[in-house]
Nanobody, 126 residues
Framework: QVQLVESGGGLVQAGDSLRLSCAAS????????MGWFRQAPGKERDFVAA????????YYADSVKGRFTISRDFAKNTVYLQMNSLKPEDTAVYYC???????????????????WGQGTQVTVSS
């Protein structure tokens, strides 16, 4: 199994930037992709971005394209989410997830991922 720990959330103003980190441990060699989702109060958990562990192909939700960048560091078994030009509507708990069952082709539903971190709060004030 893979264990995930997120960090980097916080309270920022609109237009600011934040970088989230997700450190993976355990059977990381079994990872096909890692992704970020977010969940605002009273709403479903939505896809934000994902990256193939091998090859580095990236996928983004339309709402964050051009503002967010996902990247990975093999040596540190860590995935990052650089968030720029933050908006109040980006406020949510952000969760890191890993897909270990099979090759990733851009699936964006939470049930397509196999393990989750505990989440980190991002709050953007207007």
């Amino acid at each position: 199994q893979v264990q995930l720990v997120e960090s980097g959330g916080g309270l920022v103003q609109a237009g600011d930037s934040l970088r989230l980190s997700c450190a993976a441990s355990g059977r990381t060699f079994s990872s096909y992709a890692m992704g970020w989702f977010r969940q605002a109060p009273g709403k479903e958990r939505d896809f934000v971005a994902a990256i193939r562990w091998i090859g580095g192909g990236t996928y983004y939700a339309d709402s964050v394209k051009g503002r967010f960048t996902i990247s990975r560091d093999f040596a540190k078994n860590t995935v990052y989410l650089q968030m720029n030009s933050l908006k109040p509507e980006d406020t949510a708990v952000y969760y890191c997830a890993v897909r270990t069952r099979s090759i990733y082709y851009g699936q964006a539903r939470p049930h397509e991922f196999d393990a989750w971190g505990q989440g980190t709060q991002v709050t953007v004030s207007s």
